[in-house]
Nanobody, 122 residues
Framework: VQLQASGGGLVQAGGSLRLSCAAS????????VAWFRQAPGKEREFVVN????????YYADSVKGRFTISRDNAKNTVYLQMNSLKPEDTAVYYC????????????????WGQGTQVTVSS
């Protein structure tokens, strides 16, 4: 499966963005999909994932209550709605997928998109 992440940009603190992870080559609903992010000088960190059925989600504590992951199977796309953004959310955001019920470790995900930059100004 090929993944294409988009939707990043520059936003003021408190604002919102919606990221998209569009898939081609395979049906994305067959995969666990996750979002990771990497800020300059920091390691890549887990943000959220959604199970193959779409009923199970798991959020990092840092984004819980502010970010929402969802699927649109008709569009073969997973979305990340980000509200109440903070400067510390600034990072390159990557979507990743795996055929199994993967967890929070980046090494568990086989397929990766190219990343989209999110910058939150204070």
């Amino acid at each position: 499966v090929q993944l294409q992440a988009s939707g990043g940009g520059l936003v003021q603190a408190g604002g919102s963005l919606r990221l998209s992870c569009a898939a081609s080559g395979r049906t994305l609903s067959s995969y666990t999909v996750a979002w990771f992010r990497q800020a300059p000088g920091k390691e890549r960190e887990f943000v959220v994932n959604i199970g193959r059925s779409g009923g199970r989600t798991y959020y990092a504590d840092s984004v819980k209550g502010r970010f929402t992951i969802s699927r649109d199977n008709a569009k073969n796309t997973v979305y990340l709605q980000m509200n109440s953004l903070k400067p510390e959310d600034t990072a390159v955001y990557y979507c990743a997928a795996d055929f199994y019920d993967s967890g929070t470790a980046s090494g568990q995900y086989v397929y990766w998109g190219q990343g989209t930059q999110v910058t939150v100004s204070s």
